[in-house]
């Protein structure tokens, strides 16, 4: 992208690019050898170096312009100096890429340390440049870059620059991991300070979070200080040998997700109090399921302190409600957002209290901008039309995150919050993106048909068509050669999707002491 090239020539030219390689989409399947074919897919993967180059310069140059409003009420664009981003570039650029809030800002953060290496000494020196030349050059990918710059991160930018001139030979033909472990052995040897800079950092940022993944399942991922991680892995890792000892679950993984639940479990209370839902039309209470059902389905349901529902099953379901304190909530018969009919929590006062606060936060379960997905519990209460024009209720709050709540107010965003719960967002440039609340009547529900109906997990060994596991390849591969039967390849067509297959395993009793710790070295 050259000084004089405006954005309508980027546009131009990415149109004529994708009219040049229709032709290679289209091509016969008969054409071209292996070698033709990987020359190929070499220069395609030069190209699109050469593209995240361009867009990175695009990225900087789109958050360095400014709003400003005149003595004279004219709102103007100033361009700052590369490097400077503005509070709703990152806003911006989310909307064009079609991506989320925290992967725009990543996006603009890291194209800023790379296309915007100002000269050294400067406020916008990063030393990085050298990575954003060899992208542009078609040496050096976007995911390779990223890696090297995060190594970096602690560097100062001649230090920083220093070593990605070292790297300059190796940044054609080495993957990510190799350069990883490149760019960390040059820094233990000029700048030692720098890893143990990184190393406090990543122990003192040791976290945990979950979400909601295959259906059925929650995700965890965890990051710990290595001499803690080694204590508690011996101890999930004993209590998964037992269970697979005892038959309780077939797989050691299996067995570690199980013993890590019981190791919780088993020294915490948990009280769980349940809501229903209903529209608000209906004073009789929830409307009964309208198909039949079975112990055995997966039903979702919200769950307090997180942003995603989750499926559990029915059994497990109505043996909480059955047990635990319930009440009922009035939903949108449309959105199934939450809802005060009649505005009885409604206040004058500009703070709303803590019922009202407790229903908006549950009817949006995160920040309501686009691509944001910011716990409702750390969002700031916003009046979309500013109070006391806008009431204090829960039709004119709205939970945002502390960045996009000052994104609202910049100059020439604008919101709107409609009475189903779903709210409309119009950025500068004259994109529209809305966002809907959490859906509290319609919940997912995935029958049970039945062991008979389920086919066998793949790689039971119980299922002679199920693939390969990884023991059984580097068996066959190992033994091929020798006189063997060569192994048979098969290609498994009983499953074009994964199945979810939830089992019960019961837990340790109370009473019992956890097995012995040992450790694993």
């Not at 060994?461 to 390969?468: G, L, Q, S, T």
Request: proline share 9%; charged share 25%.
């Amino acid at each position: 992208m050259t000084a004089s090239a405006g954005p309508q020539d980027v546009v131009d030219l990415a149109r004529r690019a994708a009219e040049l390689l229709g032709p290679a989409l289209e091509s016969s399947p008969t054409t071209g050898s292996r070698e033709d074919w990987a020359a190929a897919l070499t220069g395609l993967c030069a190209l699109a170096a050469r593209v995240e180059a361009a867009r990175d310069v695009a990225l900087v140059r789109l958050a360095a312009i400014e709003p400003e409003v005149l003595d004279d009420g004219e709102l103007v664009e100033t361009r700052r100096t590369p490097g400077h981003v503005a509070l709703d570039g990152p806003a911006i650029a989310s909307g064009a890429l079609c991506v989320g809030a925290v992967q725009a800002e990543r996006l603009v953060r890291e194209a800023v340390r790379r296309a915007a290496d100002g000269p050294e000494g400067s406020d916008t020196s990063t030393g990085l440049g050298g990575l954003h030349a060899a992208m542009a050059a078609g040496r050096l990918d976007a995911y390779r870059a990223s890696v090297v710059a995060s190594e970096l991160e602690e560097a100062s930018p001649a230090l920083a620059a220093a070593i990605v001139a070292g790297l300059d030979e190796h940044l054609e033909r080495e993957d990510a991991t190799r350069l990883r472990r490149r760019v960390r052995r040059m820094l233990a040897r000029v700048g030692p300070e720098v890893l143990r800079r990184a190393a406090d950092r990543a122990r003192e940022g040791s976290s945990l979070r979950r979400w909601a993944a295959e259906p059925g399942v929650d995700t965890w991922l965890g990051t710990f200080p290595a001499e803690d991680a080694a204590r508690a892995w011996a101890a999930v890792d004993a209590l998964a040998q037992q269970h697979v000892a005892d038959g309780t679950c077939a797989t050691v993984e299996r067995a570690r997700a199980q013993a890590l639940i019981d190791l919780v479990t088993g020294n915490a209370t948990i009280d769980l109090r349940v809501v229903l839902t209903t529209p608000v039309e209906s004073a009789a209470g929830p409307t009964p399921p309208t198909t039949p059902a079975a112990p055995g389905d997966l039903v979702e349901v919200g769950v307090s302190r997180t942003t995603q529902a989750v499926l559990v099953p029915r059994e497990w379901l109505a043996r909480t409600v059955s047990a635990a304190p319930t009440s009922c909530s009035p939903c949108h018969p449309d959105s199934g957002a939450l809802v005060d009919p009649d505005g009885e929590l409604a206040t004058e006062a500009y703070r709303p209290g803590s019922r009202l606060t407790h229903l908006v936060r549950t009817r949006d379960g995160r920040c309501r901008f686009p691509g944001c997905h910011v716990a409702a519990r750390f969002c700031d209460l916003d009046h979309v039309v500013p109070w006391p024009v806008g009431p204090t209720a829960a039709a004119n709050l709205a939970c945002l995150c502390r960045r996009h709540h000052r994104v609202k107010q910049r100059p020439g965003w604008s919101a709107v919050l409609a009475p189903d719960g779903s709210m409309t967002w119009t950025d500068p440039t004259g994109r529209t993106r809305t966002t809907h609340p959490l859906d509290a009547l319609d919940p997912v529900v995935l029958p049970d048909a039945g062991a008979d109906a389920r086919p066998p997990a793949r790689g039971s060994r119980h299922d002679d068509e199920a693939p390969h596991s990884a023991l059984e390849f580097r068996l066959e591969h190992a033994l091929a050669g020798q006189g063997l039967p060569p192994p048979v390849c098969r290609l498994d067509h009983r499953y074009p999707q994964r199945t979810v297959t939830v089992t019960r395993c019961p837990t340790r009793a109370r009473g019992k002491p956890p097995p012995p710790i040992v450790p694993p070295f």
